[in-house]
């Protein structure tokens, strides 16, 4: 690796960017559309042609209650709308960012959090979990968040190296001294569509969840 590439990693690694409007309005109703009739037919249930968040949200607390959320979740990532449409938008925009043609998608998902939700995430970095050593770590809101809602806590000055990571209680890698980290993280809320592009060292976590429905989002990791 030559001084310019390695620059290049250097800054990447750091990277905070949003994007605005990175999905359309109808591309969310699509991907919401689909993750309500992926409840529905887990549950042995007639498929809709439309839905919104407030029906979204009042049929994932009939799926959360009788315990079939887990098979739907694993079923986003084949979720067509998910795979025609939002997988060729991250690849296309990641390239540009990287400056690599050879980026490969590394993880996908939906994530949901409740004010009573579990999955909360502590500050800490992307790479302990990350083989690639060259990734970016992309969030995209489904919805408006606003504070309290489950955005996120991203670090005020990124610390731009692997720095040390310790186990919590679900067994989630955590950076230590999450006091310490606590007051050197700004909440950043969200519009519906908006795109945030972390890279592998920003130290980052969810923001507090008190207030409002449940929080979705897509996650998804690309790397080499």
Same mark, same amino acid.
């Given at each position: 690796?030559?001084?310019?590439?390695?620059?290049?990693?250097?800054?990447?690694?750091?990277?905070?960017?949003?994007?605005?409007?990175?999905?359309?309005?109808?591309?969310?109703?699509?991907?919401?559309?689909?993750?309500?009739?992926?409840?529905?037919?887990?549950?042995?249930?007639?498929?809709?042609?439309?839905?919104?968040?407030?029906?979204?949200?009042?049929?994932?607390?009939? !799926?959360?209650?009788?315990?079939?959320?887990?098979?739907? +979740?694993?079923?986003?990532?084949?979720?067509?709308?998910?795979?025609?449409?939002? !997988?060729?938008?991250?690849?296309?925009?990641?390239?540009?960012?990287?400056?690599?043609?050879?980026?490969?998608?590394?993880?996908?998902?939906?994530?949901?959090?409740?004010?009573?939700?579990?999955?909360? +995430?502590?500050?800490?970095?992307? +790479?302990?979990?990350?083989?690639?050593?060259?990734?970016? !770590?992309?969030?995209?809101?489904?919805?408006?968040?606003?504070?309290?809602?489950?955005?996120?806590?991203?670090?005020?000055?990124?610390?731009?190296?692997?720095?040390?990571?310790?186990?919590?209680?679900?067994?989630?890698?955590?950076?230590?001294?999450?006091?310490?980290?606590?007051?050197? !993280?700004?909440?950043?809320?969200?519009?519906?569509?908006?795109?945030?592009?972390?890279?592998?060292?920003?130290?980052?976590?969810?923001?507090?969840?008190?207030?409002?429905?449940?929080?979705?989002?897509?996650?998804?990791?690309?790397?080499?």
């Amino acid at each position: 690796m030559n001084w310019e590439e390695n620059m290049s990693d250097i800054n990447v690694s750091k990277k905070i960017l949003t994007k605005k409007k990175f999905l359309s309005q109808s591309i969310i109703n699509s991907i919401l559309l689909e993750v309500h009739n992926s409840m529905l037919f887990k549950n042995n249930k007639k498929k809709i042609n439309k839905t919104n968040l407030t029906d979204l949200n009042s049929y994932y607390k009939v !799926v959360k209650k009788n315990k079939s959320w887990s098979k739907i +979740y694993d079923d986003f990532k084949k979720l067509k709308t998910i795979n025609n449409i939002l !997988v060729p938008k991250i690849l296309t925009y990641s390239k540009k960012i990287l400056k690599k043609k050879n980026i490969k998608i590394i993880t996908k998902g939906l994530r949901v959090i409740e004010k009573s939700s579990t999955r909360k +995430y502590p500050i800490h970095q992307e +790479y302990p979990g990350i083989k690639s050593k060259k990734f970016l !770590v992309l969030w995209i809101a489904l919805h408006n968040i606003k504070s309290l809602q489950g955005g996120l806590l991203i670090a005020k000055n990124v610390i731009n190296k692997p720095l040390p990571h310790m186990l919590d209680k679900r067994k989630y890698c955590i950076l230590k001294n999450q006091k310490f980290w606590k007051k050197r !993280v700004y909440e950043k809320t969200f519009s519906s569509g908006e795109l945030i592009t972390l890279g592998k060292y920003v130290q980052h976590g969810t923001a507090p969840k008190k207030l409002g429905s449940p929080r979705w989002a897509c996650i998804i990791r690309v790397g080499i």
